[in-house]
């Protein structure tokens, strides 16, 4: 039998939040899904509050391991459209957002939602500011364009849409004002 890490439980914490929100992080619960004991859980953690913890850190570390990934993209341009195809292929992420974003009156919670969506939105911001857009039209865009990222997650988890059709991508690179690429065209 493998051994279980503080990870491990992270990790299954943040995919039982994506589908049931910060109740679905519940030891028993997830020590069925892992094959697991409690006893592995209170090897790792001192309670279900520092397993949240360590859900919300490694959610965060998530963030800076895509944004280091697409910083090795150059062009800004192809920069955002990676970062929106692997956005909206990625629902577990997107249903997380949405769920951590809908408990912020809970103050860890609220405190790790609100500086990971500030990462995410500066990031995208500066992507479009190196296309050459204004600071303020850039920030109003990306803000719109994160609350379409949302409201799709809202709209999956209630099952009123799937996944986002392929025009999508073209229409959000479009909305944030970013030019067409001709080689993707061809």
């Known amino acids: 039998m493998t051994r279980l890490t503080a990870d491990d439980w992270a990790g299954a914490a943040l995919e039982a939040l994506s589908g ?7 030891v028993e619960p997830l020590a069925v899904r892992l094959g697991a004991t409690k006893g592995s859980f209170y090897w790792h953690f001192r309670n279900r509050r520092a397993l949240l913890e360590a859900a919300l850190a490694r959610w965060e570390r998530d963030t800076e391991a895509v ?15 990676t970062l929106l195809e692997s956005a909206l ?3 577990v992420d997107a249903a997380i957002s949405f ?3 809908s408990e912020a009156d809970d103050p860890v919670v609220g405190e790790v939602a609100r500086r990971v969506s500030a990462r995410r939105l500066g ?4 992507s479009l500011e190196q296309l050459g857009v204004p600071p303020g039209l850039a920030r109003r865009r990306v803000v719109a364009g994160y609350g379409i990222y949302l409201g799709v997650a809202a709209l999956r988890r209630i ?7 392929a025009s999508f991508i073209d229409q959000a690179m479009t909305e944030l004002g970013i ?6 065209e061809a």
């Open 20 to 26: 049931g929100g910060l109740a679905a992080v519940a």
């Open 67 to 81: 944004i280091a990934e697409l910083n090795e993209i150059g062009d800004p341009a192809r920069r955002m459209r």
């Open 89 to 91: 292929s990625d629902p």
């Open 99 to 101: 769920r951590l974003i």
């Open 123 to 126: 990031y995208m911001q500066a």
């Open 159 to 165: 099952g009123a849409t799937d996944e986002p059709p």
């Open 179 to 184: 030019p067409r690429d001709p080689a993707d």
